[in-house]
């Protein structure tokens, strides 16, 4: 009886628990969004865009289902075999979504289905027809229209369907009806929305990058020597899933010269005493991603020659940081990033010259060879226009980008001193510019070398 009390007790306090409130973005941000493309497109156009397609990993095994991000960024809605056609001023409603009906037998096999009843009532949808009817309406609701706007090439063999449509349509020119005459990039509208995030948007960005950031705190709490790089990528997994996060892109685990290879993607090396391990992994929350990468050593503690270089892409990181405020260019960050690398390296003896000369040469880029960052958002490589026009573009309030300097010194590298080769490190965070400056969302994830010492001290 004692024990069947205590069991009882404990699955009790376990229906107990509080489930955690997240952000999420509310249905009237979603109904913002389409009102204020629909302005932008004009009263004579339509949007179509379709859901991403389901892929085979192998036979008959899908890969995990991961909605278009254009597509859910418009109507929040994560099924596939679905599409969403926005229609300014049309009488009937403006919002039309096409989605999978509702099938029992389906259901029982692959999960619940909204159908076009829950389309409307959960996703405000103000029509909503089964996916087998697209081929006999759509093509009404292009008539009369005479701008189409879509994302051609995402999606080729819809590609093909959208055009067909089109075609029929002007094939029936003759018998009055009204066909469009322009194809439109759809994405050159959307994009630049999705570019400045809202305050929902950030909330969720910021929970993405507070999950990742604890998640590799728990990997450098874990991280020792004779350890595989796979044991790494298994406690970040767990953290992610433990918050209901899945990977934003497959983690870069690298222990020692692994680190030299930018996107290294094997992850089955052992982890040496003396070496240097890079983690580069982010989390995907509601589809948006966080993104940050540290390097810190396999036993805990540096060695003079990584703690060099690891100070100079501290330094080069913070300088890149310091220059993300409204007014100033895309560009700046990279500039300063790049001046305090090349400096640096001057300063370690492994570039010689001026700095100036060095950096007007391009010197610093067989250590350092990519940018400083990326706008990031549902995509971990996100959307938006870095130059409008022949200029960099002007930093903006909302919007969300990566600084991530790194340097990278080949095993093979010569001319220079061995116990600099094979040390590669990139410090990357999440910064949003704000009204002032900007908010460094991955703070959490220590970067100070002491800190980082201390953190694994604690292991």
Partial sequence: MAQSSRVRTRSVARRARPVPKLPSIPKDEFARRRRHLMKLM????????????????????????????????????????????????RPQGE????VRDRDPTRETWDGKRAGPVGARRQYGADDAFPITDL?????????????????????????????????????QARQGRHTPQEFVALDHLLHDMRLFKSRNEIDLMRESARIAAQAHRRAMKACRPGLMEYEIVAELLHEFRLHNADVSYQPIVGGGENACILHYRENDQMLKDGDLLL?????????????????????????????????VVLEANLAAIEKVKPGNHWNDPHSAAVRVVTQGLVRLGLLKGRVATLEKEGAYRKFFMHRTGHWLGMDVHDVGDYKIGEEWRVLEPGMAMTIEPGIYIAPSMRGVPRNFRGIGIRIEDDVVVTRTGCEVLTSKAPKD??????????S
Avoid: H
């Fill in 279 to 311: 983690v580069d992994a982010g989390c995907e929350l509601q589809c948006y991603a966080s993104d940050i990468t540290r390097t810190y050593p396999v036993n805990g503690r540096f060695t003079p020659e990584q703690r060099a270089v690891y100070e």
């Fill in 135 to 171: 081929d006999d309406i759509l093509p009404g609701l292009l008539e009369n229209r005479t701008k189409v706007f879509y994302a051609m090439g995402a999606y080729p063999e819809f590609d093909q369907r959208v055009v067909g449509w089109v075609n029929g349509l002007r094939a």
């Fill in 449 to 458: 070398p002491d800190a980082i010492e201390a953190l694994m001290a604690q």
């Fill in 95 to 98: 919002y039309v979504l096409f």
């Fill in 42 to 89: 004009g009263r004579d156009g339509i949007a179509v865009l379709p859901a991403a397609p389901v892929r085979l990993r192998n036979n008959d095994v899908e890969y995990a289902y991961r909605q278009d991000s254009d597509f859910y960024y418009l109507t929040g809605f994560a099924e596939p075999e679905s599409v969403a056609v926005l229609i300014p001023g």
